[in-house]
T-cell receptor
Framework: DVKVTQSSRYLVKRTGEKVFLECVQD?????MFWYRQDPGLGLRLIYF???????EKGDIPEGYSVSREKKERFSLILESASTNQTSMYLC????????????FGPGTRLLVL | GNSVTQMEGPVTLSEEAFLTINCTYT??????LFWYVQYPGEGLQLLLK?????DKGSNKGFEATYRKETTSFHLEKGSVQVSDSAVYFC????????????FGQGTRLTINP
Protein backbone atom coordinates (compact mmCIF):
# COMPACT_ATOMS: atom_id res chain seq x y z
CA ASP A 1 0.00 0.00 0.00
CA VAL A 2 1.34 3.42 -0.92
CA LYS A 3 2.35 5.60 1.95
CA VAL A 4 3.30 9.21 2.58
CA THR A 5 4.01 9.99 6.21
CA GLN A 6 4.57 13.30 7.93
CA SER A 7 6.56 13.60 11.11
CA SER A 8 3.89 15.27 13.23
CA ARG A 9 0.12 15.64 13.09
CA TYR A 10 0.09 18.68 15.38
CA LEU A 11 2.84 21.13 16.21
CA VAL A 12 2.93 24.25 18.38
CA LYS A 13 5.85 26.65 17.99
CA ARG A 14 6.72 30.17 19.04
CA THR A 15 7.36 33.14 16.80
CA GLY A 16 10.97 33.21 15.66
CA GLU A 17 11.62 29.48 16.14
CA LYS A 18 13.12 27.39 13.37
CA VAL A 19 10.65 24.68 12.39
CA PHE A 20 11.28 21.47 10.46
CA LEU A 21 8.45 19.52 8.86
CA GLU A 22 9.46 16.12 7.56
CA CYS A 23 7.84 14.03 4.86
CA VAL A 24 8.76 10.49 3.86
CA GLN A 25 7.37 8.39 1.00
CA ASP A 26 7.97 4.71 0.36
CA UNK A 27 6.96 4.58 -3.31
CA UNK A 28 10.28 5.55 -4.94
CA UNK A 29 8.64 8.68 -6.36
CA UNK A 30 10.90 11.23 -7.99
CA UNK A 31 8.61 14.22 -7.39
CA MET A 32 7.65 15.59 -4.00
CA PHE A 33 5.59 18.63 -3.04
CA TRP A 34 4.78 20.83 -0.07
CA TYR A 35 1.42 22.64 0.09
CA ARG A 36 -0.28 24.70 2.69
CA GLN A 37 -4.04 24.45 3.14
CA ASP A 38 -6.01 27.41 4.49
CA PRO A 39 -9.79 27.84 4.75
CA GLY A 40 -11.21 29.56 1.69
CA LEU A 41 -7.88 29.38 -0.15
CA GLY A 42 -7.58 25.69 -0.90
CA LEU A 43 -4.12 24.23 -1.39
CA ARG A 44 -1.26 26.46 -2.43
CA LEU A 45 2.07 25.08 -3.60
CA ILE A 46 5.07 26.19 -1.53
CA TYR A 47 7.94 24.19 -3.07
CA PHE A 48 8.44 21.07 -5.10
CA UNK A 49 11.32 18.80 -5.97
CA UNK A 50 11.84 16.82 -9.18
CA UNK A 51 14.68 14.75 -7.80
CA UNK A 52 17.27 14.51 -5.07
CA UNK A 53 18.93 17.86 -4.35
CA UNK A 54 16.65 19.59 -6.85
CA UNK A 55 14.00 22.10 -5.84
CA GLU A 56 11.71 24.60 -7.47
CA LYS A 57 9.71 27.44 -5.96
CA GLY A 58 5.98 27.12 -6.01
CA ASP A 59 3.45 29.90 -5.72
CA ILE A 60 4.14 31.00 -2.14
CA PRO A 61 7.79 30.21 -1.25
CA GLU A 62 8.46 33.30 0.86
CA GLY A 63 9.46 32.44 4.42
CA TYR A 64 10.12 28.78 3.58
CA SER A 65 13.00 26.65 2.37
CA VAL A 66 13.28 22.95 1.58
CA SER A 67 15.79 20.14 1.61
CA ARG A 68 15.88 16.91 -0.38
CA GLU A 69 19.03 14.95 0.45
CA LYS A 70 17.45 11.53 -0.10
CA LYS A 71 14.87 10.45 -2.61
CA GLU A 72 12.33 9.37 -0.02
CA ARG A 73 12.53 12.43 2.23
CA PHE A 74 11.49 16.03 1.62
CA SER A 75 11.78 18.57 4.43
CA LEU A 76 10.08 21.93 4.74
CA ILE A 77 11.89 24.51 6.86
CA LEU A 78 10.50 27.65 8.40
CA GLU A 79 13.66 29.62 9.18
CA SER A 80 11.90 31.98 11.59
CA ALA A 81 8.29 31.05 12.19
CA SER A 82 5.67 33.78 12.13
CA THR A 83 2.01 33.75 13.15
CA ASN A 84 0.88 34.01 9.52
CA GLN A 85 2.47 30.62 8.92
CA THR A 86 -0.12 28.97 11.15
CA SER A 87 -1.71 26.51 8.76
CA MET A 88 -2.16 22.91 7.69
CA TYR A 89 0.85 21.65 5.73
CA LEU A 90 0.43 18.80 3.28
CA CYS A 91 3.15 16.79 1.61
CA UNK A 92 2.59 14.85 -1.61
CA UNK A 93 4.59 12.71 -4.01
CA UNK A 94 4.28 11.17 -7.46
CA UNK A 95 6.22 9.72 -10.35
CA UNK A 96 7.57 12.04 -13.02
CA UNK A 97 4.92 12.64 -15.66
CA UNK A 98 2.14 11.58 -13.29
CA UNK A 99 1.44 14.94 -11.68
CA UNK A 100 -2.31 14.30 -11.58
CA UNK A 101 -1.99 11.31 -9.30
CA UNK A 102 -0.31 12.82 -6.30
CA UNK A 103 -0.31 10.81 -3.08
CA PHE A 104 -0.83 12.94 -0.01
CA GLY A 105 0.24 12.59 3.57
CA PRO A 106 -2.25 13.22 6.41
CA GLY A 107 -0.97 16.73 7.05
CA THR A 108 0.69 18.63 9.88
CA ARG A 109 -1.36 21.28 11.63
CA LEU A 110 1.08 23.97 12.74
CA LEU A 111 0.19 26.66 15.25
CA VAL A 112 2.66 29.52 15.67
CA LEU A 113 2.11 31.56 18.83
CA GLY B 1 -2.86 32.44 -15.12
CA ASN B 2 -4.65 29.21 -14.28
CA SER B 3 -7.29 29.20 -11.58
CA VAL B 4 -10.15 27.11 -10.21
CA THR B 5 -13.28 28.40 -8.50
CA GLN B 6 -15.61 26.19 -6.47
CA MET B 7 -18.96 26.91 -4.94
CA GLU B 8 -18.89 28.28 -1.43
CA GLY B 9 -19.37 25.84 1.37
CA PRO B 10 -20.18 24.36 3.70
CA VAL B 11 -22.85 22.19 2.12
CA THR B 12 -25.16 20.18 4.36
CA LEU B 13 -27.52 17.54 2.96
CA SER B 14 -29.62 14.68 4.19
CA GLU B 15 -28.74 11.10 3.32
CA GLU B 16 -29.94 10.03 -0.15
CA ALA B 17 -30.15 13.63 -1.39
CA PHE B 18 -28.78 14.68 -4.77
CA LEU B 19 -25.43 16.45 -4.69
CA THR B 20 -23.93 19.05 -6.99
CA ILE B 21 -20.72 20.92 -6.23
CA ASN B 22 -19.95 23.52 -8.88
CA CYS B 23 -16.47 24.05 -10.29
CA THR B 24 -15.33 26.41 -13.03
CA TYR B 25 -11.83 27.02 -14.28
CA THR B 26 -9.65 29.47 -16.17
CA UNK B 27 -6.72 28.08 -18.09
CA UNK B 28 -4.69 28.44 -21.24
CA UNK B 29 -4.77 25.45 -23.54
CA UNK B 30 -6.68 22.32 -22.62
CA UNK B 31 -6.05 21.30 -19.03
CA UNK B 32 -6.88 18.00 -17.40
CA LEU B 33 -9.45 18.31 -14.61
CA PHE B 34 -9.76 16.47 -11.31
CA TRP B 35 -11.75 16.09 -8.16
CA TYR B 36 -9.86 15.23 -5.00
CA VAL B 37 -11.50 14.27 -1.70
CA GLN B 38 -10.17 14.73 1.83
CA TYR B 39 -11.84 12.61 4.50
CA PRO B 40 -11.55 13.75 8.13
CA GLY B 41 -8.02 13.33 9.45
CA GLU B 42 -6.61 12.14 6.14
CA GLY B 43 -4.69 13.52 3.18
CA LEU B 44 -6.25 14.22 -0.20
CA GLN B 45 -6.92 11.37 -2.58
CA LEU B 46 -7.86 11.44 -6.23
CA LEU B 47 -11.59 10.83 -6.70
CA LEU B 48 -11.99 11.16 -10.48
CA LYS B 49 -10.52 12.85 -13.52
CA UNK B 50 -11.19 13.88 -17.11
CA UNK B 51 -8.50 14.72 -19.62
CA UNK B 52 -10.39 16.19 -22.57
CA UNK B 53 -13.61 17.93 -23.48
CA UNK B 54 -16.83 15.90 -23.01
CA ASP B 55 -14.99 13.23 -21.01
CA LYS B 56 -16.89 12.00 -17.97
CA GLY B 57 -14.97 10.92 -14.91
CA SER B 58 -16.68 8.64 -12.41
CA ASN B 59 -15.89 6.81 -9.20
CA LYS B 60 -17.78 5.68 -6.07
CA GLY B 61 -21.07 6.95 -7.56
CA PHE B 62 -19.66 10.43 -8.21
CA GLU B 63 -19.52 11.86 -11.73
CA ALA B 64 -18.20 14.99 -13.41
CA THR B 65 -18.22 15.98 -17.08
CA TYR B 66 -15.57 18.18 -18.69
CA ARG B 67 -17.51 21.02 -20.32
CA LYS B 68 -15.17 23.14 -22.44
CA GLU B 69 -17.90 25.53 -23.61
CA THR B 70 -18.76 26.53 -20.05
CA THR B 71 -15.27 25.84 -18.60
CA SER B 72 -16.89 23.74 -15.90
CA PHE B 73 -16.41 20.39 -14.16
CA HIS B 74 -19.29 20.07 -11.70
CA LEU B 75 -19.31 17.13 -9.29
CA GLU B 76 -22.56 15.18 -8.93
CA LYS B 77 -23.88 12.20 -7.02
CA GLY B 78 -27.40 10.90 -7.18
CA SER B 79 -27.76 9.67 -3.60
CA VAL B 80 -25.24 10.71 -0.96
CA GLN B 81 -24.32 8.73 2.14
CA VAL B 82 -23.05 9.80 5.55
CA SER B 83 -19.66 8.37 4.58
CA ASP B 84 -19.40 10.96 1.78
CA SER B 85 -18.88 13.69 4.37
CA ALA B 86 -15.53 15.23 3.46
CA VAL B 87 -13.88 18.22 1.82
CA TYR B 88 -13.91 18.15 -1.97
CA PHE B 89 -11.33 19.94 -4.11
CA CYS B 90 -11.57 20.66 -7.80
CA UNK B 91 -8.20 20.94 -9.54
CA UNK B 92 -6.63 21.38 -12.95
CA UNK B 93 -3.33 20.34 -14.46
CA UNK B 94 -2.09 22.63 -17.16
CA UNK B 95 -0.76 21.08 -20.35
CA UNK B 96 1.49 24.06 -20.95
CA UNK B 97 4.63 25.02 -19.12
CA UNK B 98 5.49 23.46 -15.77
CA UNK B 99 2.97 20.77 -14.87
CA UNK B 100 1.52 21.70 -11.53
CA UNK B 101 -1.85 21.02 -9.97
CA UNK B 102 -3.91 24.13 -9.26
CA PHE B 103 -6.60 23.62 -6.62
CA GLY B 104 -9.86 25.31 -5.88
CA GLN B 105 -10.64 26.48 -2.37
CA GLY B 106 -12.41 23.28 -1.34
CA THR B 107 -16.04 22.61 -0.40
CA ARG B 108 -16.89 20.98 2.91
CA LEU B 109 -19.76 18.52 2.61
CA THR B 110 -21.67 17.19 5.60
CA ILE B 111 -24.30 14.48 5.19
CA ASN B 112 -26.79 14.00 8.02
CA PRO B 113 -28.50 10.63 8.60
Amino acid sequence: DVKVTQSSRYLVKRTGEKVFLECVQDMDHENMFWYRQDPGLGLRLIYFSYDVKMKEKGDIPEGYSVSREKKERFSLILESASTNQTSMYLCASTFTGRQETQYFGPGTRLLVL
Amino acid sequence: GNSVTQMEGPVTLSEEAFLTINCTYTATGYPSLFWYVQYPGEGLQLLLKATKADDKGSNKGFEATYRKETTSFHLEKGSVQVSDSAVYFCALLSTQGAQKLVFGQGTRLTINP
